[in-house]
């Protein structure tokens, strides 16, 4: 399915106005997906399926607000959804979600930007969250095993700037 989505796909049902666009280097806003591997794109793809609350194609201020709510932030003020939604160029879709992503990405460190999306769930600083803000998460399979290595501590607090670290990096700090 996400072939689709690829710029690299020879699929038939590529349209040919945008095959030729592949082969004459053209960039359109389909560039983006040369950006990323096929499996960073699948993890895009299912996380916007979970913030596309209401399965419409489009994240709206609504869904963000329901998958915030699922999180535990239940008082997110209008203007900061709408603020979120603004920082596109115009409605969500994938396509745009993964451009947001790919101009976020651009210089910047791979652990500062994960380090940042769960600074949202974290806003007194601590570096730890709690467990049960992260469960939309733990349906994706690559989580389940991520959490398992990390477990919460006994007040059900995660280390989430130790995850992040492992993440980018593939090994745990050293204790210093």
């Given at each position: 399915m996400l072939g689709l989505y690829s710029p690299h796909s020879n699929s038939p049902s590529a349209p040919k106005k945008a095959k030729k666009r592949q082969q004459q280097g053209e960039g359109g806003s389909s560039n983006v997906f040369s950006m990323f591997e096929q499996s960073q794109i699948q993890e895009y793809k299912e996380?916007?399926?979970?913030?596309?609350?209401?399965?419409?194609?489009?994240?709206?201020?609504?869904?963000?607000?329901?998958?915030?709510?699922?999180?535990?932030q239940l008082n997110v003020k209008n203007e900061?959804?709408?603020?979120m939604v603004k920082e596109a160029s115009g409605p969500i879709n994938f396509t745009v979600f993964l451009t947001m992503f790919g101009e976020k990405l651009k210089g910047a460190d791979p652990e500062d930007v994960i380090v940042s999306a769960f600074k949202v769930l974290d806003p007194e600083g601590t570096g730890f969250?709690?467990?049960?803000?992260?469960?939309?998460?733990?349906?994706?399979?690559?989580?389940?095993?991520?959490?398992?290595?990390?477990?919460?501590?006994?007040?059900?607090?995660?280390?989430?700037?130790?995850?992040?670290?492992?993440?980018?990096?593939?090994?745990?700090?050293?204790?210093?």
């Open positions: 996380a916007f399926t979970i913030i596309d609350q209401n399965r419409d194609g489009i994240i709206s201020k609504d869904d963000l607000r329901d998958v915030l709510a699922t999180m535990g900061e959804l709408e603020a969250i709690k467990q049960e803000f992260c469960k939309p998460l733990l349906s994706l399979p690559q989580m389940t095993n991520l959490w398992a290595a990390f477990p919460p501590d006994v007040a059900g607090n995660v280390d989430y700037k130790n995850i992040c670290y492992v993440i980018t990096h593939g090994e745990e700090k050293e204790d210093e």
